[in-house]
């Protein structure tokens, strides 16, 4: 008798109790309202409608299905949301997704172009909800991944387009309660070598760097490549940037937040809640060029901020105040006839790329050759720092945000003249006899390349700028 109380209440329970009604996919003549949402075949991820505690806003999203509290990946209608929770997503017979009030009033739209036969909207196990054709499931019509949030998922990119500047990258929310498009923008520069990039309007925020071959050179993790495939990939039409998980088993979200500081988070096995793994900016030499022109920050220094070797305080007074906006200037001008010095720097964060140049194919010996022939280049480093380094990026005029970082980093050449050069070294007369026998060796390869340029292989340095190069992990 016990037993069939149970039973009863049980189903008196199931009954009068509201629950979400699950989907798998959706073809046009069905929706999803309310209280109904759409699962990835492996459960990881959910979509639906939502709201923010009390608010009436209503918005259709996509969100971690077993994660408490609820951890959002992408916002379909961020700025536009409904006043209540009347919203319903409808797909057309075209394959266009269609946000409508109770009034059947557009809210928002996928505006897919593509023709299509059958179409049908899924969640992907990756958390990207796509409309694809069902005759043809690799004809993917539209999908979530090509319109960023404020999150990077593993197999996402962000995209500048090279031919019309557009860019697609991420967008922070207003605030923690407010999705709406914030102040900041994640996003790739394509000025001089392609760097990654967080602008608050037209201001230059926090610069996560130039690609090294394995990461964005201003992140101080070693480790992350080691967790992560990342890639950077340049072609004729577009640059893009994003990753993929080695470990398929961890869980991870890179994301930027409404204050403009990136973050990257890893899902606890114990806890099942995240766990901050990175961060920036982490402190205040990550603040963009807070040293000014010509000098180093290092967080570990008291005073951070510190002239490059070569060059000193603009003005003495304000750098003795701790003012640093008017950075450094050289102690000894360059002496533009071949014979300035390059002094090594290493763990560097490289300095802003926007006026810089690369090339490919050039290996680091190459790169100095030709660094020193040109007056207004100042500083090179290796394009690639990957199998004992390749390439060449050069610098040219003043160096800015210049970083001592805490681990990783790379190996800065800048140059000073010879006399500066050969101070620092410590060693005059050695120097100078160096720079002498290098002095020649430029004038020997000069000449044999005027007097026998047949016989001088100077593709071999390939003079050229690698844009049409694809620089991929």
Same mark, same amino acid.
Not at 91 to 104: A, C, E, F, M, R
Not at 237 to 266: D, F, H, P
Not at 282 to 302: R, T, V
Not at 323 to 343: M, P
């Given at each position: 008798?016990?037993?069939?109380?149970?039973?009863?209440?049980?189903?008196?329970?199931?009954?009068?109790?509201?629950?979400?009604?699950?989907?798998?996919?959706?073809?046009?003549?069905?929706?999803?309202?309310?209280?109904?949402?759409?699962?990835?075949?492996?459960?990881?991820?959910?979509?639906?409608?939502?709201?923010?505690?009390?608010?009436?806003?209503?918005?259709?999203?996509?969100?971690?299905?077993?994660?408490?509290?609820?951890?959002? $990946?992408?916002?379909?209608?961020?700025?536009?949301?409904?006043?209540?929770?009347?919203? $319903?997503?409808?797909?057309?017979?075209?394959?266009? =997704? =269609?946000?409508?009030?109770?009034?059947?009033?557009?809210?928002? *739209?996928s505006n897919t172009s593509k023709e299509v036969t059958k179409p049908s909207l899924q969640l992907l196990d990756s958390g990207n909800l796509v409309v694809k054709d069902e005759t043809d499931q690799d004809n993917i019509l539209w999908q979530s991944f090509d319109l960023p949030g404020d999150t990077l998922l593993p197999g996402m990119r962000i995209r500048t387009n090279l031919v019309n500047g557009d860019y697609k990258g991420l967008?922070?929310?207003?605030?923690?309660?407010?999705?709406?498009?914030?102040?900041?923008?994640?996003?790739?520069?394509?000025?001089?070598?392609?760097?990654?990039?967080?602008?608050?309007?037209?201001?230059?925020?926090?610069?996560?760097?130039?690609?090294?071959?394995?990461?964005?050179?201003?992140?101080? *993790?070693?480790?992350?490549?080691?967790?992560?495939?990342?890639?950077?990939?340049?072609?004729?039409?577009?640059?893009?940037?994003?990753?993929?998980?080695?470990?398929?088993?961890?869980?991870?979200?890179?994301? $930027?937040?409404?204050?403009?500081?990136?973050?990257?988070?890893?899902?606890?096995?114990?806890?099942?809640?995240?766990? =901050?793994?990175?961060?920036?900016?982490?402190?205040?030499?990550?603040?963009?060029?807070?040293?000014?022109?010509?000098?180093?920050?290092?967080?570990?220094?008291?005073? $951070?901020?510190?002239?490059?070797?070569?060059?000193?305080?603009?003005?003495?007074?304000?750098?003795?105040?701790?003012?640093?906006?008017?950075? !450094?200037?050289?102690?000894?001008?360059?002496?533009?006839?071949?014979?300035?010095?390059?002094?090594?720097?290493?763990?560097?964060?490289?300095?802003?790329?926007?006026?810089?140049?690369?090339?490919?194919?050039?290996?680091?010996?190459?790169?100095?050759?030709?660094?020193?022939?040109? !007056?207004?280049?100042?500083?090179?480093?290796?394009?690639?720092?990957?199998?004992?380094?390749?390439?060449?990026?050069?610098?040219?005029?003043?160096? =800015?945000?210049?970083?001592?970082?805490?681990?990783?980093?790379?190996?800065?050449?800048?140059?000073?003249?010879?006399?500066?050069?050969?101070?620092?070294?410590?060693?005059?007369?050695?120097? *100078?006899?160096?720079?002498?026998?290098?002095?020649?060796?430029?004038?020997?390869?000069?000449?044999?390349?005027?007097?026998?340029?047949?016989?001088?292989?100077?593709?071999?340095?390939?003079?050229?700028?690698?844009?049409?190069?694809?620089?991929?992990?």
């Amino acid at each position: 008798m016990d037993s069939i109380k149970v039973l009863v209440y049980c189903f008196l329970l199931f009954h009068f109790i509201p629950t979400s009604n699950t989907l798998e996919t959706i073809v046009p003549g069905k929706s999803i309202k309310d209280n109904e949402t759409l699962i990835s075949e492996d459960g990881t991820f959910e979509a639906g409608f939502f709201n923010f505690g009390n608010s009436n806003n209503q918005y259709f999203g996509v969100w971690y299905k077993n994660i408490s509290p609820k951890t959002l $990946v992408w916002i379909a209608n961020r700025d536009v949301p409904l006043g209540n929770s009347s919203g $319903v997503l409808n797909l057309t017979d075209k394959g266009t =997704l =269609l946000i409508v009030d109770s009034k059947q009033v557009m809210i928002w *739209s996928s505006n897919t172009s593509k023709e299509v036969t059958k179409p049908s909207l899924q969640l992907l196990d990756s958390g990207n909800l796509v409309v694809k054709d069902e005759t043809d499931q690799d004809n993917i019509l539209w999908q979530s991944f090509d319109l960023p949030g404020d999150t990077l998922l593993p197999g996402m990119r962000i995209r500048t387009n090279l031919v019309n500047g557009d860019y697609k990258g991420l967008v922070p929310w207003r605030d923690t309660q407010d999705p709406a498009t914030g102040l900041y923008s994640y996003h790739i520069d394509t000025k001089g070598f392609p760097q990654v990039v967080i602008t608050k309007g037209d201001t230059l925020f926090f610069r996560i760097g130039s690609w090294n071959g394995r990461i964005l050179s201003g992140i101080p *993790s070693e480790t992350l490549y080691k967790a992560f495939n990342f890639s950077f990939v340049i072609t004729e039409k577009e640059i893009s940037y994003g990753y993929e998980l080695l470990n398929k088993s961890i869980v991870s979200r890179y994301l $930027v937040s409404s204050t403009g500081q990136i973050a990257r988070y890893m899902l606890s096995d114990q806890t099942n809640s995240w766990q =901050l793994f990175f961060v920036g900016p982490a402190d205040s030499c990550d603040n963009y060029a807070i040293c000014g022109a010509n000098s180093n920050c290092d967080i570990d220094n008291s005073p $951070v901020c510190e002239c490059l070797e070569g060059f000193v305080p603009k003005s003495q007074t304000h750098w003795s105040s701790q003012n640093w906006s008017d950075g !450094c200037v050289r102690k000894v001008k360059l002496d533009c006839d071949n014979r300035d010095g390059f002094l090594k720097h290493t763990r560097m964060k490289l300095p802003d790329t926007s006026k810089s140049w690369f090339n490919k194919s050039m290996n680091l010996e190459e790169c100095e050759e030709f660094c020193i022939r040109n !007056c207004s280049c100042t500083a090179y480093a290796n394009l690639d720092i990957r199998d004992g380094g390749s390439g060449c990026l050069l610098w040219f005029n003043n160096l =800015l945000d210049v970083r001592k970082l805490p681990s990783g980093g790379q190996d800065l050449y800048i140059r000073v003249a010879d006399s500066a050069s050969a101070s620092e070294l410590g060693s005059n007369t050695l120097f *100078s006899f160096v720079r002498f026998l290098y002095w020649i060796k430029l004038n020997i390869t000069f000449y044999m390349f005027f007097s026998f340029p047949k016989l001088y292989i100077f593709s071999s340095v390939g003079f050229k700028c690698c844009w049409n190069s694809n620089v991929s992990g």
